[in-house]
């Protein structure tokens, strides 16, 4: 029976991770969870899943819940994230949160010698480094959640690392593949809400749609693989049939497929080095789809990827200004603040408008963090 803590258990990743937990009852348990502000799922996963300790985003919330649950410890704040992901009875936090929020939570977890299970991308690309530090300083191990590198990882085992030519990273294009620049002009957040082959949170769906996804899961396969930059390559395959693949320097390739289905990727992590049955998965039927399409990306179409290939290269504190103005324009657009190329703009200002600072610290990392939202709020 394995323990788990789960940040982000109300969202797209956390009610899929719970979905594993309820498929197999003798082998997980949620000890732990975090949540937002959504406090009616909230209320629903407490009474099937009986959580130990429940952090949620405010302190009046924590008092409500604990009056209608008075055998469940609530707490709340940033400082609820972290006791969620220490939590001393978890084997395994699984990070789903959206965006850098998880950062101090995930080191703490790491200090605690906990197994990450991640999800929370924007972790890696605001301070990846110190993220894998803090791992191989404490012998921790990083389970991939996110699509691809799961695919990547499952595609490495039993291959050694120093063999790896390049990754091959697979992106879907997103909402808007097939509309022009000029298109984008006027697009509004339902269509670039409405993703062809995925269904997630609104923030990692808009991302998808500028292309900054396949910029930040570069800057997390760098970090996760150990691998340069120039040897991280990304191909449009609308279907998302191949996760990803591995070229080995004999030229030969290994590629994970499947369903585009989240549950799969995030039951390996939690099962990792085994597997388990999913039953509720769809199999995949190539003959049913007869068809699979590649083609090149286009970097002057899709600024947001080029943007993360050149902060990634430049490192210090450029991923951390690339992720947190991305994540300030991306909520200024769901909020109908921004436009949807202005996204991109602000991104691109915000990197500009920054003098990097090399090697940084924790303290570093999160003022730059905020000091970008405030810019970007500033210009906006
Ligand atoms: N969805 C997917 O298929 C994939 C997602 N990912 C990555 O996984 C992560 C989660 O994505 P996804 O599940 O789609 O996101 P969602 O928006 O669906 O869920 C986010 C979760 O985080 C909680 N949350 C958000 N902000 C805060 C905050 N400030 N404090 C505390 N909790 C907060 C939300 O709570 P509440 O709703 O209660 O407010 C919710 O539980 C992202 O980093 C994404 O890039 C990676 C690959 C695929
Ligand atoms: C499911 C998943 O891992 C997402 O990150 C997915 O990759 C989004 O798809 P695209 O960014 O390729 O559109
Ligand atoms: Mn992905």
Not at 71 to 85: D, R
Not at 104 to 131: D, M, Q, S
Not at 224 to 253: C, G, N, T
Not at 314 to 321: D, L, N, Y
Request: charged letters at 25%; aromatic letters at 6%; a negative charge.
């Amino acid at each position: 029976m394995k323990h788990i803590s789960l940040m982000g258990a109300t969202g797209s990743i956390g009610t899929q991770t719970l979905d594993i937990i309820k498929e197999h009852p003798s082998e997980f348990k949620l000890v732990a969870m975090s949540v937002g502000k959504n406090l009616e799922l909230t209320r629903k996963i407490i009474r099937d899943l009986k959580p130990e300790l429940v952090s949620v985003s405010e302190k009046s919330a924590a008092n409500d819940l604990k009056a209608e649950f008075p055998h469940i410890s609530f707490t709340y704040g940033e400082e609820g994230l972290t006791e969620v992901a220490v939590y001393h009875r978890a084997d395994i936090l699984v990070n789903a949160v959206s965006g850098s929020i998880g950062l101090t939570p995930t080191l703490n977890a790491i200090r605690e010698k906990k197994t990450i299970a991640i999800a929370n991308k924007e972790t890696l690309v605001t301070a990846g480094h110190l993220v894998m530090e803090e791992a191989k300083r404490n012998q921790v191990s990083l389970l991939p959640v996110d699509s691809e590198h799961s695919a990547i990882f499952q595609a490495l085992q039993g291959e050694k690392e120093k063999n790896i030519e390049r990754l091959i990273l697979t992106a879907s294009g997103g909402s808007f593949r097939d509309r022009t620049r000029e298109e984008l002009e006027s697009v509004t957040i339902e269509d670039a809400l409405n993703h062809p082959n995925w269904s997630m949170g609104a923030k990692i769906t808009i991302d998808s749609a500028t292309m900054m996804n396949k910029g930040l899961e570069v800057i997390e396969a760098h970090w996760l693989f150990s691998m340069a930059y120039d040897r991280i390559d990304v191909l449009l395959h609308k279907e998302s049939i191949i996760h990803s693949m591995i070229e080995f320097h004999d030229s030969s390739i290994i590629a994970q497929l499947g369903t585009p289905d989240m549950r799969v990727p995030i039951q390996y992590a939690l099962t990792y080095p085994d597997r388990l049955k999913l039953p509720s998965a769809k199999r995949l039927n190539l003959a049913e789809i007869g068809k699979l399409h590649f083609s090149m990306m286009d970097l002057d179409r899709f600024r947001c990827l080029k943007f993360a290939y050149e902060a990634g290269k430049a490192g210090g504190t450029m991923p951390t200004v690339l992720n947190a103005a991305n994540e300030a324009a991306v909520a200024a657009f769901l909020d109908g603040k921004a436009s949807f190329l202005q996204i991109e703009d602000l991104i691109e200002r915000a990197l500009s408008n920054h003098n990097n600072i090399s090697n940084p610290g924790l303290l570093e990392i999160q003022e730059v963090d905020l000091e970008t939202r405030k810019y970007v709020n500033s210009v906006l």
